[in-house]
């Protein structure tokens, strides 16, 4: 047993997760030797730096990000992001350049059932799960990226979009609405990029989101894109019912 407890104490410590005292023994570290820090051989130090850093998200961004994507520490990535989310939104507009190039987690293909989540599922690229987490000041750059033409980013940040509107009633309105439908016409043929659309509607609790999502329903047809519709319209109706 203790040679288990042992072995976990390691494992965790590999993945560079601190303890209270770890991260206090940074604390009257200035903001260089902190920056430094970051590319400490100990990934508990590399942690323990990222989560000092918070009080300057902007100012570190640009070294954050840049060790955020060679970082292979769990932990040390965690911090790294927590930090990111105090940023602002010219740190945001940074962050949008590694959108579905850290990690190997995105969806490249439809999955073959609808998610069992009741609420809506948390991005799985790690940029487009740290600008869903930020400041709703931040969204007109997420927008931006949704104008853009560059398709790995767009997989993405609709993931973003659609997190941040779920838990914000002030961004659920018609305007929004019109990007994700625009958004939905000019990929029609994209079948991906179409079930994380379907997946973001869910985040609109307006009439126009469901009848869009009343299209996709097929009772002959049970492909994804008809069940994830269901289960949108399903979430529509659960807040409806919740008023939230």
Known sequence: MKHNLKFDLNKLKNRGMPLEEDVISLKDKSFEELINY???????????????????????????LFYLFEEKSLYTKMAICETLQ????????????????????????????????????????IIARTLAKMNINIFPVLLDVLKGNDLIKIYEIIDSIGYMVFYNKSLQNDKNLKYILKLM??????????????????????????DILNTFINEDNKDILSLEAKRSLFILNNRKLSNI
Not at 38 to 45: A, C, E, F, T
Not at 104 to 125: F, G, H
Not at 187 to 209: E, G, H, P, Q, V
């Open 38 to 64: 970051l590319n400490d051989d100990d990934p508990i130090r590399r942690t323990s730096a990222a989560i000092n850093l918070r009080p300057y998200a902007d100012e570190a961004s640009d070294d954050l």
């Open 185 to 210: 016409n000019k990929y029609k043929d994209d079948k991906l990029l179409i079930w994380k659309c379907i997946i973001c509607l869910s985040a609109f609790n307006l009439r126009k989101s469901e």
């Open 86 to 125: 105090n940023g602002n939104s010219d740190t945001a507009r940074k962050m949008t350049a590694y959108l579905g190039i850290i990690g190997n987690n995105q969806y490249k293909k439809l999955p073959k059932k609808v998610s069992s989540k009741k609420s809506y599922p948390i991005p799985r690229d």
